[in-house]
């Protein structure tokens, strides 16, 4: 990211980050998924992935990273931790774990 603004010069948070050739509005939705998938492919990734998959997947490793999972929530303006939680793919099974693992 810190490339793509250097390139791309000047850049203010009222802007779109990725602005269209067609003016000064954002890209698309499809422009945004050829590029992830183009990059992907580059970086040797055979599934398809989209803006979704990088929401999830930034979400489960922050969480991963112990960032607080109400912060995460807010982020993803889900209507509770449990909603998260399952979003991102964390069981109930995984939670228990903690108090069978953790070495007080």
Do not use: C
């Not at 010069?9 to 939705?29: A, D, M």
């Amino acid at each position: 990211m810190e490339e793509y603004l250097q390139k791309r010069g000047s850049y203010s948070r009222s802007e779109p980050l990725f602005i269209s050739r067609k003016g000064n509005t954002s890209i698309q939705r499809v422009q945004a998924w050829k590029a992830l998938n183009n990059a992907a492919k580059v970086a040797g990734i055979k599934d398809r992935i989209g803006t979704h998959t990088l929401r999830k997947t930034f979400a489960y490793h922050a969480y991963k990273q112990g960032k607080d999972i109400t912060l995460i929530q807010k982020l993803l303006n889900h209507s509770a931790p449990s909603v998260t939680l399952r979003y991102i793919g964390i069981t109930q099974d995984e939670m228990d774990d903690v108090y069978l693992t953790l070495n007080l």
